[in-house]
T-cell receptor, first 114, second 112 residues
Framework: DAGVIQSPRHEVTEMGQEVTLRCKPI?????LFWYRQTMMRGLELLIY????????DSGMPEDRFSAKMPNASFSTLKIQPSEPRDSAVYFC????????????FGPGTRLTVT | GENVEQHPSTLSVQEGDSAVIKCTYS??????FPWYKQELGKGPQLIID?????GEKKDQRIAVTLNKTAKHFSLHITETQPEDSAVYFC???????????FGKGTSLLVTP
């Protein structure tokens, strides 16, 4: 099993630019989670999906952030426009909804906004 | 919402000694408590978990205990090795379909 796949692994962009992060969950998993990790705030849940439907997006910082899951094998997290304070490592995780929260994380995308 | 507190934030032990990391949670409805290990440059990896119907679980050198009455749970690593050095996160969840609420992490350093 390839595990959760994220791309790109590193992204450097200028303030104001649009950033799109991508995630492919483990095949057969029907829950998908987006997290942000910073030194100051630790691991924060941004949004999660069950069966491609957004369940809780209360962690999304503001309207600049949006997430989609058009099918069971792909999700995107978009930031438009990006700001320096968005710099962080963004993780995607997946799980089986019927298996209590055993989440498997991807390797993360390190985002730097200058 | 759920609030998970984790202590200590840093822990240094000598190889062969034991390490203990403690977490408390606030939501009595939480019933699933996993522990993750994160190595530098990698995503968190699930190492052990416990559900509220048991008080203790062991897997080789790693054990987790849960006290639902006091709302706290702990990770115990015995006979520590340098490769145990990493950041460890506890988390709590209300189970199937719910998100994990993470503690702030403990940076463990095992010195030879």
């Amino acid at each position: 099993d390839a595990g959760v796949i994220q791309s790109p692994r590193h992204e450097v962009t200028e303030m104001g630019q649009e950033v799109t992060l991508r995630c492919k969950p483990i095949s057969g998993h029907n829950s998908l989670f987006w997290y942000r990790q910073t030194m100051m705030r630790g691991l924060e849940l941004l949004i999660y999906f069950n069966n491609n439907v957004p369940i809780d997006d209360s962690g999304m910082p503001e309207d600049r952030f949006s997430a989609k899951m058009p099918n069971a094998s792909f999700s995107t997290l978009k930031i438009q426009p990006s700001e320096p304070r968005d710099s962080a490592v963004y993780f995607c995780a997946s799980s089986l909804a019927q298996s209590p929260s055993e989440q498997y994380f991807g390797p993360g995308t390190r985002l730097t906004v200058t | 919402g759920e609030n998970v507190e984790q202590h200590p934030s840093t822990l240094s032990v000598q190889e062969g000694d034991s390490a203990v990391i403690k977490c408390t949670y606030s939501d009595s409805a939480s019933n699933y408590f996993p522990w993750y290990k994160q190595e530098l440059g990698k995503g968190p990896q699930l190492i052990i978990d416990i559900r509220s119907n048991v008080g203790e679980k062991k897997d080789q050198r790693i054990a987790v205990t849960l006290n639902k009455t006091a709302k706290h749970f702990s990770l115990h690593i015995t006979e520590t090795q340098p490769e145990d050095s990493a950041v460890y996160f506890c988390a709590a969840s209300k189970g199937s379909g719910y998100a994990l609420n993470f503690g702030k992490g403990t940076s463990l350093l095992v010195t030879p």
